[in-house]
């Protein structure tokens, strides 16, 4: 009786000295990852770093074109033409791809307070392939040792570009904090936009942290500018909001 007893205890204690080993292993895994993942981590945060940088000296500002409502149930659209000026207000070349950049989001502010955001939408997200003829034409043509010119355009210091971008802002009526009435009453207000200045489809990472072709042009190309390859916000711009 007290051998079996005995292994008994045993069989009892087993277990335990297994569950320990598993853990410790877990433990050196858990360690392992951490060490191999810890540098990506930290190269995604500064590949976002230097893309806003390369726009550090870019100002944005505009005036507003035409603004008018577009009939719509149960929100109000207001489709608003921006007229936008990019400058350079830095000391060196900036470079810019030669087009109209979209808008990725909009933002209404009062001109009282215009750090404070009264609505904000962002725009979808457009689903096309990483590697159509079109973005693999553009990526090609970009991919030079000189910056071409039917491609990017140069900013000396003091210059500076106009756009006209057009975007459509879908208030809602009612039923939400930021709806039509209470941004009318915080009126006299203006909106920002987040302009795309480098799209995402030139990147075949698809990931805006790590902006690998954008960082290898602005590298090659660093003796005749900075390369923007950045999303960057204007300055408020001033509309006036009509009757519904």
Known sequence: ???????????????NIFSAQAVFSLFLLMISLAVCLTPRIHG??????????????????????????????????VRVSINVVAENKGKENLLLLRRTPSSNSEEI???????????????????KANYDAATVKLRKTLDQQEPPEDEIITLGPGDSIGWNVVVQLDIPKAGNPANW????????????????????????????????????????????????????????????????
């Open 1 to 15: 009786m007290r051998k079996k007893t005995q292994n008994a205890c045993a069989a009892e204690v087993k277990p």
């Open 44 to 77: 995604q945060s500064g590949a976002s770093d230097d893309a806003k940088e390369s726009a550090n000296s870019l100002k944005l500002w505009g005036t507003p074109g035409e603004v008018r409502l577009v009939p719509a149930d149960p929100s109000v659209k």
């Open 109 to 127: 502010v009062s001109l009282a307070n215009p750090a404070a955001s009264i609505w904000r939408q962002e725009e979808p997200m457009i689903a």
């Open 181 to 244: 009435d209470t941004i009318r009453k915080a009126c006299p207000c203006a909106v920002k936009l987040d302009l795309d200045l480098w799209p995402l489809i030139l990147e075949p990472s698809g990931d805006r942290t790590d902006p690998g072709f954008g960082r290898k042009l602005t590298k090659r190309w660093h003796k005749k500018g900075v390369l923007v390859f950045a999303t960057k916000q204007t300055d408020p711009i001033e509309i006036k909001l009509p009757e519904k």
